[in-house]
């Protein structure tokens, strides 16, 4: 019970944070590429769309990672609304008294099961783009990636103020 309790108080967190943390606030002074920083993009797909230049992608690279991630956002809107509702159900029987452990461990199977299905759309989008990508593109994704980590996170890997 504890274990179900702990699981779901986490992943209500995990799910939580990121909408709290949409609404606005100051821009400490910080560029819009770096305040927007993982608010606006929707999923992998997106974020390789938004280094197009940097990465040097051809219009038929455009295009199809364009399609990847038009297919994947219909798909995640539909996974999001489960994902939410399995974990309103769960948080219901957590919080009414007279629902039985047997029904909340369902509810939160079911929740598991949602966010299962929400990683292998991202994994499965993931690698679609990378298909796309020319194994350079892969190399200087990654290298601008690990350019980023470095100037914008301490080694506790929080953003610097």
Do not use: C, W
């Amino acid at each position: 019970m504890k274990k179900s309790i702990l699981a779901i108080s986490v992943l209500i967190f995990a799910l939580a944070f990121p909408v709290i943390s949409l609404g606005g606030g100051d821009d400490h002074g910080k560029s819009d590429e770096h305040h927007n920083h993982g608010k606006k993009h929707s999923g992998y797909a997106h974020m390789v769309l938004s280094k197009a230049e940097k990465l040097n992608l051809s219009n038929d690279q455009l295009g199809s990672i364009m399609r990847i991630h038009l297919d994947h956002k219909k798909i995640r809107k539909e996974l999001m609304k489960k994902l939410h509702n399995s974990m309103v159900e769960a948080h219901k029987g957590l919080m009414n008294p007279s629902t039985q452990d047997n029904a909340i461990r369902a509810a939160s199977k079911n929740h598991i099961d949602a966010l299962n299905k929400m990683v292998d759309n991202a994994l499965k989008e993931r690698s679609e783009v990378n298909n796309v990508l020319t194994k350079e593109q892969k190399d200087k994704l990654i290298s601008m990636k690990k350019e980023h980590k470095m100037e914008h996170h301490h080694d506790e890997g929080g953003h610097e103020e």
